[in-house]
């Protein structure tokens, strides 16, 4: 166990609404990353943290958000969801850059 | 661009059979290999994480060798069981500063029959 907590572990929300994921560790890691994963496309990297208030972009960016006030906490933010916005979101924590990652388990995001 | 390529798609075997997954990256200068197991409707489980420097990991019955002249990883896995179906995944991870670039390959869905 990693000690990473995603929340919630599934929603459902409406076209346009605002939707926030969390992801929230235990020990102290520099790094974390949120994903999404989708049949006929594997993971591909959303957001990544390197630091409390450092973030980037990855690949599939666009229409999402994050957010990193703390060590423990790393929020993703669609601020007005559409339905190509259904997927698993996962988190992932990494120590430093040559250390493993590690996942949680995920969430279940639906935009109906 | 780093792209990361797993055949086969799908194996199935019998169990107490050794078999080996393949995984195949195109930039291997400066990455980590990292094996990782998902269960359905689950999250990834990391397996195996072989350094740029390495030659191979061990764990278990888990072997994972990494050949960056050639741009090739294999997870060899001894005398497969039931439990052992999943979907196995390889990642590269890049090494600098940031740390931000990793890409996977699109897995091997494994099936041990008993």
């Known amino acids: 166990d990693a000690g990473i907590t995603q929340s919630p572990r599934h929603k459902v929300t409406e076209t346009g609404t605002p939707v926030t994921l969390r992801c929230h560790q235990t020990?102290?890691?520099?790094?974390m990353y949120w994903y999404r994963q989708d049949p006929g496309h594997g993971l591909r990297l959303i957001h990544y943290s390197y630091g409390v208030k450092d973030t980037d972009k990855g690949e599939v960016s666009d229409g999402y958000s994050v957010s990193r006030s703390k060590t423990e906490d790393f929020l993703l933010t669609l601020e007005s969801a559409t339905s190509s916005q259904t997927s698993v979101y996962f988190c992932?924590?990494?120590?430093?850059?040559?250390?493993?990652?590690?996942f949680g388990n995920g969430t279940r995001l639906t935009v109906t | 661009k780093q792209e990361v390529t797993q055949i086969p798609a799908a194996l199935s075997v019998p169990e107490g059979e050794n078999l080996v997954l393949n995984c195949s990256f195109t930039d291997s200068a400066i990455y980590n290999l990292q094996w990782f197991r998902q269960d359905p409707g689950k999250g990834l489980t990391s397996l195996l994480l072989i350094q740029s420097s390495q030659r191979e990991q061990t764990s278990g019955r888990l072997n994972a060798s990494l050949d960056k002249s050639s741009g090739r990883s294999t997870l060899y896995i001894a005398a497969s069981q039931p439990g052992d179906s999943a979907t196995y995944l390889c990642?590269?991870?890049?090494?600098?500063?940031?740390?931000?670039?990793?890409?996977f390959g699109d897995g091997t869905t494994l099936t041990v029959k008993p």
């Open positions: 990642a590269s991870l890049r090494l600098n500063t940031n740390a931000g670039k990793s890409t």
């Open positions: 992932a924590i990494r120590t430093d850059y040559n250390s493993p990652l590690h």
């Open positions: 020990e102290n890691h520099r790094y």
